[in-house]
């Protein structure tokens, strides 16, 4: 199996560089790190990660994560996680209403959590490309 990429998109850069590192050590590349929506889409399609990890919240001049990843769903059927410093259910809504794989509070500790998160995305993800495909 190929080693999969994943895209941060987080504001705190603290909680970025925690992220980048955790991920790093489940032995997954971390192709891109932003801090706001700022060159975001752009990167997204270029480097064709196979998941996203984005703030509800990130700072951004268009968009909040939601929106992006909305936005994003224009152009790809890229799978995105949403981290969030708050588990609010308003939070928890938009999340959802967004078809996203899943949700983390911040801050991120448990790398057997995030494992567990981040493996049951990609796992979904591929049964759902695959169930659209007509053979």
Same mark, same amino acid.
């Given at each position: /199996? &190929?080693?999969? #990429?994943?895209?941060?998109?987080? #504001?705190?850069? /603290? #909680?970025?560089?925690?992220?980048?590192? /955790?991920? =790093? +050590?489940?032995?997954?590349?971390?192709?891109?790190? @932003?801090?706001? +929506?700022?060159?975001?889409?752009?990167? @997204?399609?270029?480097? =064709?990660?196979?998941?996203?990890?984005? &703030?509800? $919240?990130?700072?951004?001049?268009?968009?909040?994560?939601? $929106?992006?990843?909305?936005?994003?769903?224009?152009? *790809?059927?890229?799978?995105?996680? !949403?981290? #969030?410093?708050?588990? !609010?259910?308003? *939070?928890?809504?938009? @999340?959802? /209403?967004?078809?996203?794989?899943?949700?983390?509070? =911040?801050?991120?500790?448990?790398?057997? $959590?995030?494992? *567990?998160?981040?493996? !049951?995305?990609?796992?979904?993800?591929?049964?759902?490309? !695959?169930? *659209?495909?007509?053979?």
């Amino acid at each position: /199996m &190929d080693k999969k #990429s994943i895209i941060i998109a987080e #504001s705190d850069p /603290m #909680s970025r560089l925690n992220l980048q590192t /955790m991920i =790093k +050590d489940l032995g997954l590349d971390v192709i891109d790190s @932003c801090s706001n +929506d700022s060159n975001l889409l752009e990167s @997204c399609l270029k480097n =064709k990660p196979d998941l996203l990890l984005i &703030d509800v $919240h990130l700072n951004g001049k268009s968009f909040n994560g939601t $929106h992006f990843v909305y936005q994003l769903s224009q152009y *790809t059927d890229l799978p995105a996680i !949403f981290i #969030s410093g708050d588990n !609010f259910e308003e *939070t928890i809504d938009q @999340c959802v /209403m967004q078809n996203s794989y899943g949700l983390i509070v =911040k801050p991120v500790k448990d790398l057997s $959590h995030l494992r *567990t998160l981040l493996s !049951f995305a990609l796992k979904k993800h591929s049964l759902n490309f !695959f169930s *659209t495909v007509s053979i």
